[in-house]
């Protein structure tokens, strides 16, 4: 027989195991993107929503933003302020939409409250990653410039996460209720 502890400890490798699975998709979904409007469009930020969903906020956070900054660290290799803005940008986004879901379905998926989420947590990013090229344009000696380019394709980037997150979380769901992970990881927050 185990012991609660035996399934806490279990519970909160599980819930590593995932945060670092959910790491590694967000990592290999953005390499796939295609240039649009002078940025790049990709579903990244909907696993990045997606782990927010699963995990709650501080561990949907925490894989959202490694998978994100490991993947600017070994294609781009830009330093370390922009791995670190690339991690907070993500984790927060994936925070916000895990602290709102957080906890609101019990035996059924709350859709509207979920589909709330995953937009406050995509435009979370939109206006983190609108700031950080504001600065970064403010610098070269324009604001504007880049905030202007990059708006249209973080938009599209942010309907397609809020899209995407909530059908790829209606589509894991049943099989992981069914095995008994979703529980698990409810627990282990």
């Not at 922009?82 to 895990?98: D, P, Q, Y």
């Not at 249209?152 to 209720?177: E, Q, T, W």
Request: charged share 10%.
């Amino acid at each position: 027989m185990m012991s609660q502890g035996s399934d806490r400890s279990n519970a909160s490798l599980l819930r590593l195991v995932f945060a670092a699975v959910l790491a590694a998709m967000v990592y290999l979904v953005t390499m796939f993107r295609f240039p649009l409007l002078g940025s790049k469009v990709h579903f990244a930020n909907a696993v990045c929503l997606l782990s927010g969903l699963l995990l709650g906020p501080v561990w949907g956070g925490f894989a959202a933003g490694m998978g994100s900054a490991l993947y600017d660290l070994m294609l781009y290799n830009e330093g370390i302020i922009n791995l670190l803005i690339t991690f907070v940008s993500k984790f927060a986004m994936a925070w916000v939409c895990g602290k709102l879901y957080n906890g609101a379905e019990e035996k059924k998926v709350d859709t509207p409250r979920l589909i709330l989420a995953c937009v406050a947590g995509a435009l979370t990013y939109v206006v983190l990653y609108m700031l950080k090229s504001g600065i970064y344009g403010a610098i070269a000696g324009n604001f504007w410039a880049p905030v202007i380019s990059k708006f249209p394709a973080s938009i599209i980037n942010a309907g397609a996460a809020i899209v995407a997150a909530p059908i790829f979380y209606h589509a894991m769901r049943p099989a992981l209720k069914s095995a008994g992970i979703l529980a698990k990881l409810r627990a282990a927050r």
